[in-house]
């Protein structure tokens, strides 16, 4: 069966989420950003998403009569991305693991028997069988989405097994993410995306059939829900990018037998190397070296930066790095030299990361620095 390609809003959602979230897999993944269980998890988040969405557009446009045995295998994805958020919000809580007690594998469990239950026999069909049901399924007539009330199994799945996963969810969001994230734009778009995905479980079967009574579309419900979990989608691709850079460390350091005073005078001596030995200079220069030189325990080190000064060692080192660079900009007998030595002046390998670190500490340019400096 052929069906043409509709150029129109949901396709360009499709498009637009689909390539947004493959690029930012591949930038978690070839960046190593996700190396605790925490960030794996949001990674197979952001995953199921792109596949939900997928799936929508799909049984949209009617192309799903290509892959029909991804029919039923997408109907419930909504729910292990609902679990997953639980597990990934309670994790903030034991320092970025997640330890899966009795009741979370009863869960986990009760929830694939019962998508396995749904239709046992639909992986077993034949193509034509499948492609059968799905004929079964676009001729339906009914006027207006389908009731959550239609069997205990709907209702269970599309409406009481989510709501209890978000509730479960929140419970840990309220309790264990947001009290330790103190980017006020990261913290306050996670509880936007949070309440409206909450409030469009819970309110979807009533906003799908004020639309059906104005556009009388027996299909209305998945070209709004492919929009809505597209914006979720980019929400929360948003908030993995930002994470990094915000203040959520405080958990991985509970238990540790550092005092502040220590951490304190740690820093006070890494401040002294690099000022008075301008150690910043090295190339070669890496939290290791740095912690043998001090003879401070390397991961002591580590933690009294992320402390008390929220910065990763790379971060702090740049930070000497670029304010050297920017004394060379200002400094006439350095304007016969290039950018790039420059950069390796003051102690980086290459010119792309000295760019970055760059703009990340003066929201310009070298270039644009350089030319303000004149006016």
């Not at 998403?49 to 009569?65: A, P, T």
């Not at 989608?233 to 915000?246: E, G, N, P, Q, T």
């Not at 400094?331 to 970055?356: C, H, M, W």
Request: glycine share 4%; proline share 3%; charged share 20%.
């Amino acid at each position: 069966m052929d069906f043409e390609i509709k150029i129109d809003l949901y396709l360009i959602a499709t498009i637009a989420s689909l390539s947004i979230g493959m690029f930012f897999i591949f930038y978690f993944v070839g960046t190593k950003r996700m190396g605790r269980r925490t960030e794996r998890i949001l990674l197979y988040i952001l995953t199921l998403f792109i596949l939900f969405i997928l799936y929508n557009y799909l049984v949209h446009s009617r192309l799903i009569y290509h892959v029909p045995w991804f029919f039923m295998f997408g109907r419930h994805l909504d729910v292990l991305i609902y679990l997953l958020l639980f597990l990934y919000f309670r994790s903030f809580g034991n320092r970025g693991e997640v330890p899966l007690a009795k009741v979370h594998w009863a869960l986990l469990g009760g929830l694939l028997f019962l998508l396995l239950i749904k239709n046992p026999g639909y992986l077993l069909m034949s193509s034509l069988e499948q492609q059968q049901l799905l004929d079964l399924f676009y001729s339906d007539t009914r006027p207006g989405p389908v009731s959550i009330w239609r069997s205990p199994t709907f209702f269970l799945l599309k409406f009481a097994l989510p709501v209890a996963l978000l509730s479960l969810s929140g419970i840990q969001l309220f309790r264990a993410v947001l009290p330790k994230l103190q980017h006020k734009a990261i913290r306050d778009l996670l509880l936007f995306s949070y309440i409206s995905l909450v409030l469009f479980v819970i309110f979807q079967n009533w906003i799908f059939k004020q639309l059906y009574l104005i556009f009388a579309c027996s299909f209305i419900e998945w070209p709004i829900e492919l929009l809505v979990m597209s914006f979720i989608l980019i929400v929360l691709m948003f908030y993995a990018l930002k994470l990094k850079d915000s203040n959520i460390n405080s958990s991985k350091y509970e238990g540790s037998s550092l005092s502040k005073d220590s951490m304190l005078h740690y820093v006070e001596r890494l401040r002294t190397f690099m000022e008075q030995d301008r150690a910043y200079m090295d190339p070669e220069l890496t939290l290791t070296i740095v912690a043998q030189k001090l003879h401070i325990n390397t991961a002591y080190l580590s933690q009294a930066i992320n402390a008390q000064l929220n910065l990763r060692f790379n971060d702090f080192l740049n930070t000497y790095r670029i304010e050297e660079a920017k004394k060379l900009l200002a400094n006439p007998e350095y304007d016969k030299y290039t950018i790039d030595t420059l950069a390796k002046k003051v102690g980086f390998k290459s010119l792309s990361p000295f760019y970055r670190a760059f703009r990340k500490h003066t929201g310009v340019s070298p270039n644009t620095f350089k030319r303000n400096l004149s006016h």
